[in-house]
């Protein structure tokens, strides 16, 4: 079956704009989550949807970040007034249960790399 | 807090040859491990993963066994492929006292396997 997909897969924005990434997950998984990844790092969370309750969003490194998931499926992540250090790739993913079995596999989207100019 | 660090890269080697790139943590409870790679311009894929002490993971013949005395997760191949080059990243869920299950990654370690 198909994957889990993001769109954009690249996106320029302009300091201070705002920008919308957005995440369809496997159908019918019920996990999503949000990493961040920097250049030359590996993925750092961000915040965490059971269906489309948000659960964890300690990740998020500051309020202009926010998350949804509104009806359990699609899940966008919104960053308002971006700055230089927002540059990243944003990679969604999404497990079949409930993600608190530590021994659920997470299936990746390809991501959204943001520049930020 | 839970950590992985894994070595640095980029590795290098002939086709053939054997791989083995080192992967430690630190984590409170008892994790789960993961190998993710990823291909050029490709996301994120799970390689493989182990889920408790001593147990192995496998796949397209690459393994990796939880050491729960050394903390350590290696991720070995007896003979690579120019077609196994890319990011390997070490991971680790932990979940411990009922917290979010979110992976925890180490930085990643390229492989270019040579011809």
Not at chain 1, 41 to 70: H, I, M, V, W
Request: proline content about 4%; some cysteine; hydrophobic content about 30%.
């Amino acid at each position: 079956g198909a994957g889990v997909s993001q769109s954009p897969r690249y996106k320029v924005a302009k300091r201070g704009q705002d920008v919308a990434l957005r995440c369809d997950p496997i159908s019918g998984h019920v996990s999503l989550f949000w990493y961040q990844q920097a250049l030359g790092q590996g993925p750092e969370f961000l915040t965490y949807f059971q269906n489309e309750a948000q659960l964890d969003k300690s990740g998020l490194p500051s309020d202009r970040f926010f998350a949804e998931r509104p009806e359990g499926s699609v899940s966008t992540l919104k960053i308002q007034r971006t700055q230089q250090e927002d540059s990243a790739v944003y990679l969604c993913a999404s497990s079949t249960t409930s993600g608190r079995a530590r021994t659920d596999t997470q299936y990746f989207g390809p991501g959204t790399r943001l520049t930020v100019l | 807090g839970d950590s992985v660090t894994q070595m640095e890269g980029p590795v290098t080697l002939s086709e053939e040859a054997f791989l083995t790139i080192n992967c430690t943590y630190t984590a409170t409870g008892y994790p789960s491990l993961f190998w993710y790679v990823q291909y050029p311009g490709e996301g994120l894929q799970l390689l493989l993963k182990a889920t408790k002490a001593d147990d192995k993971g496998s796949n397209k013949g690459f393994e990796a066994t939880y050491r729960k005395e050394t903390t350590s997760f290696h991720l070995e191949k007896g003979s690579v492929q120019v077609s196994d080059s890319a990011v390997y990243f070490c991971a680790l869920s932990d979940g411990y006292g009922g917290a979010t299950n979110k992976l925890i990654f180490g930085t990643g370690t390229l492989l270019a396997v040579q011809p």
